[in-house]
């Protein structure tokens, strides 16, 4: 299954892909509500996904990333994305992706990568490993103090004491998705408690 916003891309990766005898393209999306709503009628056994979904967010296919597999832990999700960035590489395989390659991979490339997801098997083109590698060795209070504006906003909310349910209405998110960034906060915070994740912002001065 192809989710990616452009009409254009997903024309162009359905022609390369459809020329293998050993793989179709059974369904799209073009945002992150329809591709839920097509992958439980479609049920694809990988799911293409772009990291840009809107031009609000550059990855709200994170958090689309993370409800999928909660949803479906036999779905294999293989990032196809224009950006290289190593917290990136990172987080999309903590939401639970089995792989990352960027869109100027060769053609050859992104078809052994989708096998290899297939397969059960993780699959990073050499620029993605490559960063995955640096994320990995980079020290850790760097990334950890790093939030988003998303997880800003959900901070704010838990100080409210909100549940996950509620900060999910508040922000017109699944609760999923909610539970996502709350536990993406607790981990950058180095907290394993929602009162400790808001006395820390607090200290910061994010709420």
């Known amino acids: 299954m192809l ?51 809107s ?7 994170l958090e689309l990333c993370a409800a999928l597999v909660e949803r479906y832990p036999e779905l294999g999700v293989l990032v196809l994305t224009t950006f290289l960035d190593e917290r990136l590489v990172l987080a999309a395989i903590r939401a639970g992706a089995r792989g990352y390659v960027v869109k100027d991979v060769d053609t050859s490339a992104l078809i052994r990568a989708i096998r290899d997801v297939s397969r059960g098997e993780s699959a990073f ?42 900060i999910g209405e508040q922000l017109y998110i699944s609760e999923t998705t909610a539970k996502f960034h709350v536990g993406n906060i607790l981990r950058k915070l180095g907290v394993s ?14 709420i």
Do not use: F, W
């Open 125 to 166: 083109d050499a620029r993605s490993a490559a960063a995955m590698v640096r994320g990995l060795n980079a020290p850790p209070v760097e990334e950890s103090k790093h939030l988003t504006s998303r997880e800003c906003e959900v901070l704010k909310l838990l100080a409210r004491g909100l549940s996950n349910k509620d």
């Open 3 to 53: 989710v990616d916003d452009h009409a254009i891309v997903r024309q162009g990766l359905r022609s390369i892909l459809e020329r293998e005898s050993d793989l179709r393209v059974v369904a799209e999306a073009s945002s992150s509500a329809e591709a839920l709503a097509v992958v439980e009628r479609a049920r694809p056994q990988i799911v293409l996904l772009d990291l840009k979904l």
């Open 193 to 206: 408690r929602r009162a400790e994740a808001v006395y820390e912002a607090s200290k910061m001065g994010v």
């Open 55 to 61: 031009t609000s967010s550059d990855t709200e296919g």
